[in-house]
């Protein structure tokens, strides 16, 4: 199993809304709803803002949303902000045969 | 709330071992419905996860990194480490420890591993000869 395809970057304005993909495998995303994101600004540690695919732990701002459809799953932002700007990564249960835990790559959203 | 704290060499030798521990505080590490994993992210790159170790010591591990890693807990101390052998510099990274959910339904759980929460603020280990 390889790592999950996310964008290199994405780009919004303050206010606009902005959609980050996660393209896994019928043998991951496409099986399992144990999707979840990260946010990770430069110098700290990822905070999960989205689990289980559509779930946001307390705290963490109705801003973010989750989804998905297929082998794909996907992170919308609205209302951007100036301190959502960060690096964004999608992570999947893998199944129970080799490789249980896949992050995708990572995509670095710049609030313009 | 739960806290995790990484400790370990900052420096290690070419072809040597990194050895990690990560310390569990306001919390125990003696639950049923979590893992504690290893992740490490290379200057400037992605997230890899290393492999996730529960309470009673049942391990899963990456492939690529399987031959190297062993990951053990201590209980008695709230700890959990990390063993990579044979480390070449594009070992180099920063290692984080987290704790993570599993899929759990009544009170029988799967091994389906999930979410990291909360993490560790991370260990820069550099590998140089």
């Known amino acids: 199993q390889s790592a999950l395809t996310q964008p290199a970057s994405v780009s919004g304005s303050p206010g606009q809304s902005i959609t980050i993909s996660c393209s896994g495998t019928s043998s991951d995303v496409g099986v399992y709803n144990f999707v979840s994101w990260y946010q990770q600004h430069p110098g700290e540690a990822p905070k999960v803002i989205i689990y289980?695919?559509?779930k946001r732990p307390s705290g963490v701002s109705n801003r973010f949303s989750g989804s998905k459809s297929g082998n794909t799953a996907s992170l919308t932002i609205s209302g951007l902000q100036a301190e959502d700007e960060a690096d964004y990564y999608c992570?999947?249960?893998?199944?129970?045969?080799?490789?249980?835990?896949?992050f995708g790559g990572g995509t670095k959203l710049t609030v313009l | 709330q739960l806290q995790l704290q990484e400790s370990g060499p900052g420096l290690v030798k070419t072809s040597e071992t990194l050895s990690l521990t990560c310390t569990v505080s306001?919390?125990?590490?003696?639950?049923?419905?979590?893992?504690w994993g290893w992740i490490r992210q290379p200057p400037g790159k992605g997230l890899e996860w290393i492999g996730s170790v529960s309470y009673s010591g049942s391990t899963y591990y990456n492939p690529s990194l399987k031959s190297r890693v062993s990951i053990s807990v201590d209980t008695s101390k709230n700890q959990f480490s990390l063993n990579l052998r044979s480390v070449t510099a594009a070992d180099t990274a920063v290692y984080f420890c987290?704790?993570?959910?599993?899929?759990?339904?009544?009170?029988?759980?799967?091994?389906?591993?999930?979410?990291?929460?909360?993490w560790g603020q991370g260990s820069l280990v550099t590998v140089s000869s």
């Open positions: 289980d695919v559509t």
């Open positions: 987290a704790r993570q959910s599993q899929y759990c339904s009544g009170d029988r759980c799967y091994a389906v591993l999930s979410w990291f929460d909360p």
């Open positions: 992570c999947s249960y893998g199944g129970s045969n080799t490789l249980k835990v896949v």
């Open positions: 306001s919390g125990s590490i003696s639950s049923n419905n979590y893992y």
